[in-house]
Structures are given as structure tokens and as C-alpha cells.
């Protein structure tokens, strides 16, 4: 072995390390039951995953997947769900009613931003929510967004800029 070598190589391998574990984490959990939904959430993870936010960390959960400890990793949440007779979808529901105890407390004043597909309304799961995270002691970063009506690729353009929005406000501290 060339003499020097292999300490450069910690050096570099913790620096690494550090960069890696420096970085904020961006949870969004959201509930796609349709193409046009799924295409919502992918819309999410390329605006967060932009080019230019390096610092941080992305992870898309479905939210009957998410754990506690999923919301524990996270710096900030995008939240994503359906209405469904006039409240959110019963995935969006479960996935609070498991993490609403085990969060309590230790998640106060963590950033979460919504997104609402909703055929006609959408304002009974905005209320619903608002509840919700407001029990958990939540901080919205934005109002919820409401996409209703006909489906529009718009919508995909005002997911995208949610998740570049999110990230880039925690990778610079804003939130
Ligand atoms: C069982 C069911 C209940 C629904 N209830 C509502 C509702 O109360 N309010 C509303 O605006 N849309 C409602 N919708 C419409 C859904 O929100 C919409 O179909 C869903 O967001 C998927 O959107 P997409 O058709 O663009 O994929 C309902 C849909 C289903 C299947």
C-alpha cells in the first residue's frame, strides 16, 4: 500500500459520513390510489429531489407504510391525500391514528405542508387535517393545497414547486 493512502481514505470516507448525516430529512407521505395521484406524488419527489437542493434527504412513504419512527426521522413532512367522502382518505386517517401518540410531544413545531386531490370539495380534509396537526402542534408552512376539480397537468407543476418549496426552505433554515 502507497504510504498515506489509507488515512486519506478515512479522511475522506468520514467526510463522507459527515456531508451524509448532515443532511436534513424530508419525509412526504401520501396516499395515491389512481395514475393522476400517483403522478401527483412523483411530481412531489422531483421538486424535492431538484438538482440544485443538495442537503437533503427525501423519502416518500405511502402512508399506510409509515411508522412513528418514519415521522421521528423527519425535519419537515409533505403530506398528500384523496377526499374521500368529504374527509381524507382512510389511509391518511390510519397513518395519523398510529403515529398521533407515539409523535406527541416529540414532533412539536415540525414543519408539513398538504396536498389535497379532491374531486369536487376538498375543504372537509383541509379541516381535518388542520385538526390533526394541530393537536400534534404542527407548523404549517403554506395553506393546504386544494387540487379539485377535472384533472389538470397544473396540478403536477403546483406539486412539483411544493416539494422544491419544502426542501429548499429546510435545506436553508427558513423552516
Ligand atoms: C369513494 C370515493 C369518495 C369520494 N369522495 C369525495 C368527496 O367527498 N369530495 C370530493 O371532492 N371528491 C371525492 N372523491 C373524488 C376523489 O377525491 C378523486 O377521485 C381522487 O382524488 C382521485 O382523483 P383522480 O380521479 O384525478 O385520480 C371520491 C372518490 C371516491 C372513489
Known sequence: ???????????????????????????????????????????????????????????????????????????????GTTENFGYMSGALKDFFDRIYYPCLERTEAMPFAVYIRAGLDGSGTRIAIGKITTGLKWKPVQESIILHGEYRAEFEDQCEELGMLMAASLESGII
Not at 395521484?37 to 423519502?59: D, F, P
Open 1 to 79: 500500500m502507497l504510504p498515506g493512502f489509507f488515512p486519506l481514505f478515512i479522511a475522506e470516507t468520514s467526510l463522507y459520513d459527515r456531508v451524509m448525516t448532515d443532511r436534513k430529512h424530508l419525509l412526504i407521505v401520501a396516499h395515491n390510489p389512481s395514475p393522476n395521484t400517483q403522478k401527483l406524488v412523483e411530481a412531489t419527489m422531483r421538486g424535492a429531489s431538484h438538482e440544485a437542493i443538495e442537503g437533503i434527504e427525501v423519502k416518500f412513504v405511502p402512508p399506510l407504510q409509515a411508522t412513528p419512527d418514519d415521522v421521528l426521522w423527519a425535519d419537515a413532512i409533505i403530506l
